[in-house]
């Protein structure tokens, strides 16, 4: 129709007629490349919202594996404190006590960071949906870094090695069967809780035999006072990581608020 209008007006030379059959082509054209924008903008929020979400309920997760992690921590210190009050004649403890202690002290679970949808967003180079720069710059803060892998967190401490080195098998496996590692669903997902207390009545040949062998040992107390001062500046760590991500969901809250 627009196009049979213009080739008339061209015969008759009616060039007021003619521009403003342009006009409107033109002005159909930018309407149309404007709606095309909005519709392409208004998809882009939507995805935007959608990996947000993901997002939060990623970090969610984080700081439910990081708070297990501290609470693991807090127990496995509870035991060396045990063991060093009682080497540093600070708190008189039983031998079966010793030896239940100074193996608890030397327990591991380990923290995991969820960092799919990170990635998702890394790979394909969707961070230009998210529009707030503060929001990005939180983003890009708490992931650079994959906290899993920091030496201080995977590398494993003489201490360990030391006490299942010199601990009988018989007396590591009661420990380990009636006062280890307690499996938690924590965020779709598994970790590691430790029993407040372990009230275990070893056998009193391998006690009797265990017990002065450990307590004479310097290394014992060397390896654990750096072992708890390792699990310290872990627990520093891992409150700033807490703090960290509890800072970006509530960013992401925010925004979506």
């Known amino acids: ?4 209008s213009i080739s008339k007006h061209v015969k008759e030379q009616n060039w007021f ?33 959608v990996l947000l979400s993901r997002l939060y309920n990623d970090l969610q997760n984080d700081l439910n594996s990081l708070n297990a992690e501290l609470a ?5 210190r509870k035991h060396a404190m045990i063991v ?5 004649g600070k708190k008189l403890i039983s031998d079966n006590q010793f030896i239940i202690s100074a193996y608890q002290a030397s327990q591991l679970a380990g923290a995991w ?4 949808t990170y990635n998702e967003i890394l790979s394909a180079g969707q961070f230009n949906l998210i529009k707030n720069q503060q929001l ?11 906290f899993t892998t920091q030496p201080i967190f995977s590398n494993q401490l003489p201490y ?8 009988p098998i018989s007396i590591q496996n009661a420990v380990n069967e009636n006062c280890g590692d307690v499996t938690i669903e924590v965020a779709h997902s598994f970790a590691q809780s430790l029993p407040a207390t372990c009230e275990l009545q070893l056998p009193k040949v391998l006690v009797k035999k265990t017990a002065p062998l450990l307590r004479s040992n310097p290394k014992l107390l060397f390896n654990l006072r750096y072992q708890y001062s390792i699990s310290n500046t872990q627990e520093m760590m891992l409150y700033l990581y807490v703090k ?12 979506q608020s």
Not at 22 to 47: A, K, P, T
Not at 72 to 76: F, T
Not at 84 to 88: I, Q, R, S, T, V
Not at 136 to 144: P, Q, R, S, T
Request: glycine share 4%; hydrophobic share 45%.
């Open 160 to 167: 360990r090695e030391f006490i299942r080195g010199s601990t």
């Open 72 to 76: 693991y921590l807090a127990s496995v």
């Open 1 to 4: 129709m627009l196009l049979r």
């Open 84 to 88: 060093l009050d009682a080497l540093n």
């Open 113 to 116: 960071s969820t960092r799919t």
């Open 17 to 49: 007629a003619i521009s403003l059959d342009l006009l409107i082509v033109i002005f159909g054209v930018f309407m149309g490349i404007q709606v095309s924008n909005w519709n392409q903008e208004r998809v882009g929020e939507r995805q935007a919202e």
């Open 244 to 255: 960290q991500t509890e800072r970006l969901m509530n960013k992401i809250k925010e925004i």
């Open 136 to 146: 990005k710059d939180l983003i890009f803060a708490n992931y650079v870094v994959d």
